[in-house]
């Protein structure tokens, strides 16, 4: 049982940042691949951002993200400290959602976009970007 906590959301200006954070419980995070996924109002949840497992010895993995969102946000993990982050830069309306984290335990080096491949969610945090 891996358990997700996310925070870090609030409500913010166009053009800010925000960091979000997923702390998973368990020993075995690094053999975790890590999720984001946001849901906004009248709309399914979709893929943001995801890390591999950890391919180098300094703990970095295989990134994928979302059009919509590359080169504003950057998702990063600190496997010591069991904690997933997304940093998301300017900001806009349109990201207004609640974001939700996610771990995937096949342990394949990849970098999954498909809600399908992940076995935990977390329960979200609200992120509400004003215009």
């Known amino acids: 049982q891996v358990q997700l906590v996310e925070s870090g959301g609030g409500l913010v200006q166009a053009g800010d940042s925000l960091r979000l954070s997923c702390a998973a419980s368990g020993r075995t995070f690094s053999r975790y691949a890590m999720g984001w996924f946001r849901q906004a109002p009248g709309k399914e949840r979709e893929f943001v951002a995801a890390?591999?497992?950890?391919?180098?010895?300094?703990?970095?993995?295989?990134?994928n993200y979302a059009d919509s969102v590359k080169g504003r946000f950057t998702i990063s993990r600190d496997n010591a400290k069991n904690t997933v982050y997304l940093l998301m830069n300017s900001l806009k309306p349109e990201d207004t959602a609640v974001y939700y984290c996610?771990?995937?335990?096949?342990?394949?080096?990849?970098?999954?976009?498909?809600?399908?491949?992940?076995?935990?969610w977390g329960q979200g945090t609200q992120v509400t970007v004003s215009s």
């Open positions: 890390i591999s497992v950890p391919i180098s010895v300094s703990g970095g993995g295989i990134t």
């Open positions: 996610a771990a995937d335990l096949s342990r394949t080096v990849i970098a999954p976009k498909q809600e399908s491949s992940y076995d935990y």
